[in-house]
């Protein structure tokens, strides 16, 4: 359950910092909103999931994968370029990421 709502907090920050670029420095109404719905609820669910997980291993994982789900979507939505460095330094952060939840898992 801790590592679901840590997913949950990824997705929700994910989904603030989306709004952001949205929000056209916070001159747009809803996708202002947006943002602070999204990092609120983010911030709670890995409040939560901070009571079971590692507070380095979960702050890791949470700022890596949002850091590269962002950079991805930033790719797809926004028609960012995607260049070779670019996408070796997102494959290194999911790797990072994935290291780190089984470094968590065989300690605790």
């Given at each position: 359950?801790?590592?679901?709502?840590?997913?949950?907090?990824?997705?929700?920050?994910?989904?603030?910092?989306?709004?952001?670029?949205?929000?056209?420095?916070?001159?747009?109404?809803?996708?202002?909103?947006?943002?602070?719905?999204?990092?609120?609820?983010?911030?709670?669910?890995?409040?939560?999931?901070?009571?079971?997980?590692?507070?380095?291993?979960?702050?890791?994982?949470?700022?890596?994968?949002?850091?590269?789900?962002?950079?991805?979507?930033?790719?797809?939505?926004?028609?960012?370029?995607?260049?070779?460095?670019?996408?070796?330094?997102?494959?290194?952060?999911?790797?990072?990421v994935f290291?780190?939840?089984?470094?968590?898992?065989?300690?605790?």
């Amino acid at each position: 359950m801790p590592w679901f709502l840590l997913a949950l907090a990824i997705v929700a920050e994910v989904i603030g910092t989306v709004a952001l670029k949205f929000s056209l420095g916070f001159t747009v109404f809803m996708p202002s909103l947006i943002v602070a719905a999204g990092y609120g609820v983010s911030i709670w669910f890995l409040a939560l999931a901070l009571k079971v997980i590692n507070l380095g291993t979960a702050y890791a994982i949470w700022a890596g994968a949002g850091t590269a789900l962002v950079a991805l979507t930033g790719v797809i939505l926004f028609k960012e370029p995607m260049t070779i460095l670019k996408a070796a330094c997102v494959g290194f952060i999911i790797l990072g990421v994935f290291g780190l939840h089984f470094a968590e898992a065989k300690t605790g």
